[in-house]
């Protein structure tokens, strides 16, 4: 059992630091913005979808992956539009809209799943070797943590994170709510896509059904990240989601060396939220 | 210069008007004290000024513009508020110098450099409010005494002289000391920056003490509006007197 394991420890760490992505996508509009967005279950796999119908087009990989992100963005912005303008309830609004994205996604492709045959990825193009790609995600997560750290140090993070702790106060700062709570939405689902472009690329071929289940996974990742690295600094929050999915991947690795067949993952993950949410009520931490 | 006419406002379930029919002019540099009872309508006032909430009829004009539909972050460019609730006040889990920042940064848009270069100028707010805050720029305004974070807030309100300041109740929820301190310095900053200003207060000392302007609300209307030496020569008796006139006409059952 410890070795099947062990032999999956490098798939999972390639695999936690794509994931990692959504739930840094979860994260940024949850946490800093305070606006608990679902659209993930549908950017994420609009991402994929769109990746590799570029892909098959022939257009560069990297171009590809800012095309989806950008996309991600743009529906992540629809989100908070449903939100902000139509008064429908946040929650609502993402599942309204992932399911929407459903349909788009199954109509991009044609069919149920696309494979990506000779065409490049940026894995063929600068990662060959296992130990390359990991580098290679390793070095992503890290600029885009980076990047995420430093915007929040600007003026225009600051006013970010003004509106997610204290809308009110933001208002009479003459802080404009709704761009800033756009912003949040397109940088969250913009990452969410990022990670669908991503394991498309990886697996060579993308699925409608890849999205199903992202959300709560993202969500188990997020909150173990949280109760592992604390929450009180801003790195500390940033960092949440990258460490979460990496050890929930582990966790999961090893359901599955003892046995479990994946359709019980759900049950795993969901047991795995609960049991964080009580690890968080005892020490006395906030809750979802 | 501040301009309402016929400012009124009826709540939703209620059957009489919060406001009927205000109007009011200020001038430009005019400490405005809004004395009243409770439930007068004078916070409600305040708001409508503020965007929080929207009149049922009127015309607001401050300046040359019309800001009767403007939306609460726009008139937040140029009309300040400070409130009797300090958690209104400030962003408690952010640091004063974060606060602060958001403040100095009003009114113009934000860039993507660093917010963190305007420190020595929060030293120097911070230092003539004689209350040591300038030795706590990193810390976060939830560890604050409700004095400070008062203190906070006021300068946050001040930094950039706003158009129009509307205080309701400010000092309130301070122990006397602190209140006094926070009174003296939003007096003292008030007539240095030539700020047009709205006090609710029901303090009646520092209404009679401070401001060239006192106007007393009750149900609604202004019915009571001195200004200059006739305000200077006003006296506690004669608000009190002024109270109970209106009070017994209420339990008399005529207003
Ligand atoms: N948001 C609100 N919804 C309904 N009624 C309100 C609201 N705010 C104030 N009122 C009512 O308006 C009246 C005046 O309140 P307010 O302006 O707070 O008085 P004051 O500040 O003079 O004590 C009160 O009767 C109060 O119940
Ligand atoms: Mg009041």
């Known amino acids: ?179 800033y709570t756009l912003m949040g939405l397109a940088f969250g689902n913009a990452c969410n896509s990022l990670s669908g472009a991503l394991m498309v690329q990886m697996q060579g071929y993308a699925d409608i059904g890849m999205g199903v289940g992202i959300l709560i996974h993202a969500l188990a990742a997020l909150m173990i990240g949280e109760t592992l690295t604390g929450t009180t600094r801003l790195w500390q929050q940033l960092l949440a989601p990258f460490v979460g999915a990496v050890v929930y991947q582990q966790i999961q690795g090893l359901v599955m060396a003892m046995g479990l067949q994946p359709s019980d993952f759900k049950m795993v993950t969901g047991a795995m939220v609960l049991l964080t949410l009580a690890i968080q009520l005892w020490r006395g931490k906030r809750l979802v | 210069m501040l301009q309402i006419k016929n400012l009124s406002k009826t709540f939703a379930g209620h059957s009489q008007p919060t406001l009927s029919s205000i109007s009011l002019t200020l001038q430009t540099g005019d400490f405005c004290m809004v004395i009243g009872s409770n439930g007068s309508g004078k916070s409600t006032l305040l708001k409508i000024l503020l965007g929080e909430y929207a009149a049922d009829t009127g015309k607001i004009r401050l300046g040359d513009q019309d800001i009767f539909k403007q939306p609460l972050y726009q008139r937040g460019k140029y009309i300040s508020g400070v409130f009797q609730d ?89 122990d006397p000391k602190s209140s006094q301190h926070i009174m003296e310095s939003t007096a003292q900053l008030i007539q240095q920056k030539n700020i047009t200003t709205l006090m609710v207060t029901h303090h009646l000392p520092d209404a009679i003490k401070h401001g060239n302007r006192l106007i007393m609300i009750h149900k609604g209307n202004i019915v009571f509006d001195v200004s200059g030496t006739e305000k200077k020569a006003l006296t506690i008796t004669q608000l009190l007197q002024r109270f109970h006139h209106h009070e017994d006409s209420l339990l008399m059952g005529e207003g």
């Not at chain 1, 949850?30 to 993930?40: H, I």
């Not at chain 1, 990746?51 to 990297?62: D, E, K, T, V």
């Not at chain 1, 992540?76 to 929650?91: E, Q, V």
């Not at chain 2, 889990?93 to 860039?111: F, P, Q, W």
Request: with cysteine; aromatic share 8%.
């Open chain 1, 1 to 179: 059992m410890l070795t099947t394991w062990i032999n999956l420890i490098p798939i999972g760490i390639m695999q936690s630091l794509m994931i990692a992505f959504v739930a840094l996508g979860v994260m940024i509009p949850f946490r800093l913005l305070n606006f608990a967005d679902l659209t993930s279950e549908g950017t994420f796999p609009l991402g994929g979808c769109l990746c590799a119908l570029l892909l098959l087009q022939g257009i560069h990989p990297i171009l590809a992956i800012f095309m989806s992100m950008l996309a991600g963005g743009l529906i992540g912005t629809f989100t908070a539009m449903l939100h902000l303008k139509l008064r429908i309830n946040s929650l609502l609004a993402g599942i309204i809209v992932s399911t929407i994205l459903y349909s788009v996604n199954l109509r991009l492709m044609g069919k149920p799943n696309v494979a990506l045959f000779n065409q490049s990825t940026i894995f063929s193009l600068f990662a060959s070797t296992d130990t390359h790609k990991t580098i290679l995600l390793l070095v992503l997560n890290a600029l885009v943590l980076c990047a995420m750290y430093a915007f929040l140090h600007t003026e225009k993070g600051l006013r970010f994170r003004a509106v997610g702790l204290n809308p009110q106060v933001s208002a009479q700062q003459g802080i404009n709510l709704t761009r």
């Open chain 2, 86 to 174: 300090v958690v209104r006040g400030t962003i408690a889990d952010m640091t004063v110098s974060e606060n602060l920042s958001l403040a100095y940064m009003r009114g113009r848009k934000a860039t993507f450099g660093s917010y963190r270069q305007y420190q020595h100028v929060f030293m120097q707010h911070l230092s003539s409010l004689q209350m040591d805050l300038e030795k706590k720029l990193n810390t976060l305004c939830r560890e604050l005494s409700g004095g400070q974070r008062q203190a906070i807030a006021f300068t946050m309100a001040t930094l950039h002289s706003p158009q129009l300041l509307l205080l309701d109740e400010h000092c309130s929820a301070l």
